[in-house]
Each structure stands twice: as C-alpha cells, then as structure tokens.
C-alpha cells in the first residue's frame, strides 16, 4: 500500500456552519491507495486490468432470473441464476474469451497471441455505448454507405452478370437494412434460438459494454482466427497473395475509400464489420442470380419484395455453406421453384435450418422490439 498525502481545498460556504466571510479553509487527509498493477505482456493480462480499476456493477435486469452458462455466462461475465445487478469487467470478459479462443486454436505461442490479443486491447467499453435503436441505426448507415458507393455495373460486368440481372441484385442489395443485418449478427454471435432472450442481451450488451464489445468477441468454436458480431474467417473476407475472396471482391467495386474495408479479418473495426457483412451478402446474393436459371431469376424477381425474410434468412446461411448441392445457393434457387409457398427454411437440411431459424426468431423479435420502443418514444 501507498501513503499519500493529499490538500483539499473546499469552499467554507459548503460546510453550511461556517459564514461566508470565512473564506477557504485547508484540511489535510492520509489516505492509503492500492499500488498500480503492471500488467504481465501475455494475455493473462486481463487480471490486472480488475486489480487496478475494480469491476463496475452493471444493471442485468433485462436478464434478471435467467441461469447463465457457457457463451452466455462468458458474454456476460456471470454463470449462475442472473440478479438485477452484478459486478463484472466487459474488458476482462473479452480478454477471459481469447484465452478461450487460444485452447481451441491450440494456439501457445506468445506472439501470435500477442497479435490476436490486440483485438482484445484496443476494446474501450465506454466509446462505443449505445441503445438498441441507436445500434440498428449504425448498422443500417453502414450498409448504407456502401450502397451510394458500390458501382453494381462494374462489379456484375467482372462476374459475368447480365444488365437484367444485375438491376436485379441491386434491388434486393438496396431493400437490405439494418434490422436485416443484426439479425444476421445475433445469428452469428448468440447461441440461443430464442430471439427475445438475444434482444434482451442486446439490452445489456450495447448500453453497458458497447457495440465494440460485439465486435471483439472471438469466435470459441472453432480454429481460425474470428471474431465480431458476425465471426468472420478468412473465407469471408480475405485479400492476400491468392487475391480477393467473397466480400473482398466487392470491395474492389467500392470507391469510396472510406468505405471500404481491409483485406484482412484482423484489421476489422467499427462500422466495418458491418459493411464487411453487407457485402458479404450482396456477393452471396450475386451468385445466387449468377447460377439461376433465367426463369428462376424472373420469379425471384417477383418474389423479393415481399420476402425480404427469406433473403436475411439466405445470408445467414450463405454464411455457413454457400456452395454444393446441399448448400444456400441451391436450397434457395429450389425456394424460388416452388414460387415461395413455404419458407427457405423448410427447403434445408437440419445442419442449415438452425441458422434460418434462428434467423426468423431473431428478426421477428428484433422487429418487435423497436417497434415498441417507437411507440413508447411517441
């Protein structure tokens, strides 16, 4: 412990006892502070980061009641039956994931954890605070950034698509939102498939921790390296010495250099996650209408713009298994034969149905949500 002495200097007038020709008076005070921690170099270092600064207590409420395990017990930094408040430490909680993340990836050495971790240091709960309203809104003016800015013809020329075909894609690419891709997002990030329980994660994940916490979150599935509200791998997005990959092609068509994104999922930040999501899709997208039939692309012509379900339903499995007889691509193209009298859902096989469905859930729980918050702002 250190011994510091410390001057206070305080108004008289607000003792309430003293008169107010009194002046200021000086008081002297020992008080004993907690020593700073230095924080080790390996990623243990999330440990010190709580020793120093303390855990905040955190309104739950919207989770109050619920038992918390596994991811959800992670993203949250608790693991039991869930109370209106608790301590936690979003930063620790991120840092606790990665090391995670290295035991899946059986990742020990020190410099490759180093260069992952710095996802995991430049995270800053309190920048990127904000309301579920407010989180859709940025979502959507991302995406919406890269629609002004995409040149569709350019891009469909290089991909061999026709003028029809490529008005097309643009049409169903402009109808994408912001509700369209957090439900892609809450798909990608929770495990539940229960749409309301994710809303009411999202009620304390964004006003809490920030969109950023999303967007640091890596993925403890699986081997490569991924993370962020939709866990992106290299196969997603990649420009590297064997060019371009999926959303990496579209971005080539993108001119407006602000809103671009990098060539590697490492680099990914911010608004870029979400744009990187965007065209994600609109390449998935593009070679659905690349591969149909010109009478498929004729129904499905038709059918969109009352079926934008069954396209946010698409991209969320695209992002499994784009390709292959049981993949997105084909179910889909078998969706539009069958003039969308079922949902997409029930087209897949049960690997690729969990995403649909959670899909569903999730939109439609999202939906409802700013709804009633739209009219609770009235």
């Known amino acids: 412990m250190l011994n510091k002495l410390i001057k206070i200097t305080a ?46 207590v955190v309104n739950l409420r919207p989770l109050s009641g619920k038992k918390l395990g596994n991811l959800n017990a992670r993203y949250i930094g608790f693991e039991g039956e869930t109370p209106s408040f608790a301590r936690t430490s979003w930063k620790q909680n991120i840092y606790r994931m990665w090391r995670i993340k290295f035991k899946v990836a059986g990742i020990t050495d020190e410099g490759q954890q180093g260069r992952w971790l710095k996802i995991a240091d430049r995270y800053n709960e309190q920048t990127s605070r904000t309301t579920l309203p407010g989180f859709v809104a940025q979502v959507d003016s991302e995406a919406r950034r890269v629609k002004q800015s995409l040149d569709f013809d350019r891009f469909c020329a290089t991909r061999r698509i026709d003028q029809g075909s490529c008005a097309l894609l643009r049409g169903i690419a402009f109808q994408i939102n912001g509700e369209h891709l957090t439900a892609y997002c809450m798909t990608e990030l929770f495990p539940n498939r229960n749409g309301k329980v994710n809303v009411r994660f999202l009620h304390v994940i964004l006003p809490n921790a920030g969109s950023e916490y999303l967007n640091s979150i890596p993925a403890q599935g699986d081997k490569l390296m991924s993370y962020g509200c939709y866990q992106f791998t290299s196969h997603a997005l990649q420009h590297g010495k064997d060019g371009p990959q999926a959303a990496s092609i579209v971005n080539q068509f993108v001119s407006d250099q602000s809103a671009q994104i990098p060539g590697s999922v490492m680099k990914l930040q911010g608004g870029a996650h979400d744009r990187a999501a965007f065209m994600l899709a609109v390449y998935n997208i593009s070679e659905w209408i690349r591969l149909s039939t010109p009478s498929e692309r004729a129904e499905l012509r038709r059918l969109y713009p009352t079926h934008m379900g069954e396209v946010a339903q698409f991209m969320a499995v695209a992002h499994h298994l784009p390709n292959g007889k049981h993949g997105a691509i084909a179910k889909a193209r078998a969706w539009v034969r069958g003039h969308g009298k079922q949902s997409l859902v029930s087209y897949l096989g049960p690997k690729l149905e969990i995403y649909a469905n959670k899909t569903i859930s999730n939109g439609n729980a999202l939906h409802r949500a700013l709804q009633q918050r739209s009219v609770a702002t009235k």
């Open 11 to 56: 108004l008289s007038a607000l003792l309430m006892t003293a008169p107010a020709s009194a002046g200021r008076t000086s008081y002297s005070l020992t008080v004993s502070l907690t020593a700073p921690v230095k924080a080790p170099a390996n990623f243990f270092r999330e440990n010190a980061t709580l020793r120093s600064v303390g855990a905040p």
